[in-house]
């Protein structure tokens, strides 16, 4: 979904208002209610990497940040969480917001919700977006003039060794089994399963080497600059990205990979979360304009 948007300080409610740090564990008592109703990680680590993330941000506005709706006494019962983002769109500088969470209390009437997305509605001041809108989201984006776009990124799973995938997911389902002994299993076995050719996938002949994050950042930067709607970061704001990526150590183990042509000049890289259990959770693959398609050949296959 995307729209231009104006802020919170143009809509005209008292109870909407700008999120601030002090609203932080009535954020997270929320985020748990709404997204983890029977997860207990939701503590004081959840306060310190949401402030981080939308109150130490290198472009933090609370014009322009995250919102905030309270009932009649006073109490938070939704809220929209929000990330600025600088673009340069065909040459022009606009500021963007990325709506990163929608919530609200289940029982509570959705007119608090309903005057958040109005801080959403089009203006010639902000470009708002987000790639993780809920069906009830896009409804209310929609009636407010946004525009839903197609879908160019899905989640996927690519299994490289069967029998090893096989164990560990019947591990972590089955406790009793033992873990350790799973995999062991896994790994004999491995030889034995392998997996059926992808036809259509051709084999890609470029060249994937891990890299360091410092190289990570310029290939990033550069790579950027070959579209003609971008972030424009600078290099500071992409290693604060990476290093709050990094933060969330839970995710696993942040690493970078580059992708060479046969020339040896890189066209793509992408980041992604190493568990130890043997699963990779991609994160980004950013590429060269027109090297989009190769890029996710060379990373799977």
């Not at 034995?192 to 360091?212: D, G, H, M, Y």
């Not at 992604?272 to 699963?279: A, E």
């Not at 990779?280 to 398609?293: I, R, S, T, W």
Request: net charge positive; proline share 7%.
């Amino acid at each position: 979904m995307a729209d231009i948007s104006t802020s919170a300080n143009d809509v005209k409610s008292r109870r909407v208002r700008a999120m601030k740090l002090d609203d932080i564990p009535a954020i997270r008592n929320l985020f748990q209610r709404v997204f983890r109703p029977n997860s207990k990680s939701c503590n004081e680590t959840f306060d310190q990497y949401f402030q981080r993330f939308f109150f130490e941000n290198p472009y933090y506005d609370p014009a322009i940040g995250s919102v905030v709706h309270e009932d009649e006494r006073g109490e938070i019962d939704s809220a929209l969480s929000v990330l600025p983002i600088p673009y340069k769109v065909n040459g022009k500088s606009v500021m963007g917001r990325l709506v990163c969470a929608f919530m609200m209390k289940p029982e509570v009437s959705p007119r608090g919700a309903a005057e958040l997305t109005l801080t959403l509605r089009p203006s010639e001041k902000l470009f708002n977006f987000t790639d993780s809108a809920a069906p009830v989201s896009l409804r209310h984006s929609e009636a407010i003039g946004g525009i839903v776009l197609s879908a160019h990124g899905l989640g996927w799973t690519r299994v490289f060794q069967a029998a090893s995938y096989v164990a560990n997911y019947v591990a972590e389902r089955r406790p009793i089994l033992g873990g350790r002994g799973t995999s062991s299993l896994g790994k004999m076995l491995n030889p034995l399963f392998p997996l059926p050719p992808i036809k259509k996938a051709p084999r890609s002949q470029a060249n994937v080497t891990e890299i360091a994050k410092d190289e990570a950042v310029s290939l990033i930067s550069g790579f950027l600059q070959g579209y003609c709607a971008h972030p424009d970061w600078t290099e500071n704001d992409i290693n604060w990205l990476l290093d709050m990526a990094a933060g969330n150590q839970a995710a696993g183990i942040l690493r970078f990979c580059k992708i060479s042509e046969q020339s040896g000049r890189p066209s793509a890289l992408f980041c992604y979360y190493s568990r130890p259990n043997g699963m990779a959770e991609v994160l980004n693959v950013v590429a060269k304009a027109g090297a989009e398609k190769p890029a996710v050949e060379a990373m799977l296959f």
